[in-house]
């Protein structure tokens, strides 16, 4: 067996109209000053009025920051960073989806142990004691819910950091299916797809281990059989609760074994085109799987036969063409040229590819020319 260093470090609620234990669990946490990450959809949603009255009801004074993007970068966590500094803020609710749990950890570490995000870079870099939090994922996508790290955006370069540590994680998860009722469909479609590459890539990892391949495979099997029962039934509750479950247990996969080239490649594709993270995940993660087919087949089959599907003689081939029937289900481009991706950019996109830290775990050694090698065939007008 491979080893590992394993522990669970979140709590985690899950059930429908669970948020209405949001401040019973807070006081259980010693929260009296409460700042609530929310992005502005989910304050016009009504949600962050809701955990407001219900934190109030609790004893428990809520101040609101909503004030970031999608991407949250190093300028709109500091902006929150300040903001929590002059509520004196002792605690952090992050409500909504992943730039939401993500910018939460964010203003966490700098509020905390001071710098700015470029200082955490990487993992285990936060000195201090951070403040108690818990999230409350409302799309089913991320599993930032399930992690240690904060995905935050250099400011200057675009570029997507991953900044970690065990301090970072939330203290409870909140699962409430309920909240993913009312997102817009592209949401939906956009988030599940992320979700599926989590489980796709962290069980081929070359990190992962018996432990992370509970969860991935797990994950997995939640996720790849309800994905399109979300899509067409979206006020199935069922269907919902085992979207939550699922991306949070493929986060849980995510911190225990990592992930691989579809993220290397899709970064570089947010970065420059600003491209929404799971749409560049969808583009890339079939051919990523096909290109990974001797490094990883017998993986691949295994899932597969999770889902109750023929693996046949070329696993890969087979599970690409799933991704791609899964994507096609969510609305997804299917090309790079679909988001205006021009082919005179693939060789500067690929050198960045290069640079990725999830790269590094692939199963399959990834550089730069296998960056391009991936472009190239996501470019392309797509298989029939």
Not at 184 to 202: F, N
Not at 208 to 234: G, K, M, N, Q
């Amino acid at each position: 067996m491979i080893p590992f260093d394993f522990s669970l470090r979140t709590r985690v609620v899950f059930g429908g109209g669970t948020l209405d234990r949001l401040g019973t669990l807070c006081r259980e946490l010693g929260f009296s000053r409460t700042l609530i990450v929310a992005d502005t959809g989910i304050v016009a949603a009504g949600f962050v009025d809701r955990a407001s009255r219900l934190l109030q009801d609790a004893g428990i004074v809520p101040s609101v920051f909503h004030d970031f993007e999608a991407n949250p970068d190093t300028r709109m966590v500091e902006a929150g960073r300040a903001y929590a500094a002059s509520r004196g803020i002792d605690s952090l609710v992050a409500l909504g989806g992943g730039s939401s749990l993500d910018c939460a950890k964010g203003i966490n570490f700098v509020l905390t142990n001071g710098g700015s995000m470029r200082d955490y870079r990487g993992h285990g870099k936060a000195s201090r004691p951070m403040l108690p939090s818990i999230g409350v994922p409302t799309t089913a996508g991320t599993g930032s819910d399930a992690q240690s790290y904060a995905l935050i955006s250099d400011a200057d370069t675009h570029a997507k950091m991953a900044c970690g540590d065990e301090k970072a994680a939330f203290r409870i998860a909140i699962l409430d299916p309920v909240l993913t009722v009312s997102q817009p469909r592209a949401v939906t479609a956009v988030a599940g797809y992320d979700a599926l590459s989590h489980a796709v890539e962290s069980f081929v990892t070359a990190k992962r281990s018996e432990i992370s391949d509970v969860f991935a495979r797990e994950a997995w099997r939640l996720l790849e059989a309800s994905y399109e029962r979300v899509l067409t039934a979206p006020d199935d509750l069922d269907a919902r609760g085992a979207m939550l479950v699922g991306a949070h247990e493929a986060g849980i996969a995510i911190e225990a074994s990592m992930l691989g080239a579809t993220h290397a490649c899709a970064n570089p594709l947010t970065a420059r085109y600003g491209t929404t993270h799971g749409i560049a995940i969808a583009l890339m993660l079939p051919h990523v799987v096909r290109w990974n087919a001797e490094a990883a087949g017998d993986r691949y089959a295994e899932l597969l036969r999770v889902a109750g599907r023929e693996a046949g003689s070329r696993p890969a081939e087979r599970l690409a063409e799933r991704l791609e029937e899964l994507a096609r289900a969510g609305g997804l481009p299917r090309t790079l040229q679909e988001i205006d991706v021009a082919r005179a950019d693939l060789p500067a996109l690929a050198a960045d590819a290069a640079t990725q830290w999830t790269g590094t775990f692939n199963p399959r050694p990834f550089d730069a020319s296998a960056a391009l090698a991936l472009y190239e065939r996501a470019f392309s007008v797509p298989r029939p």
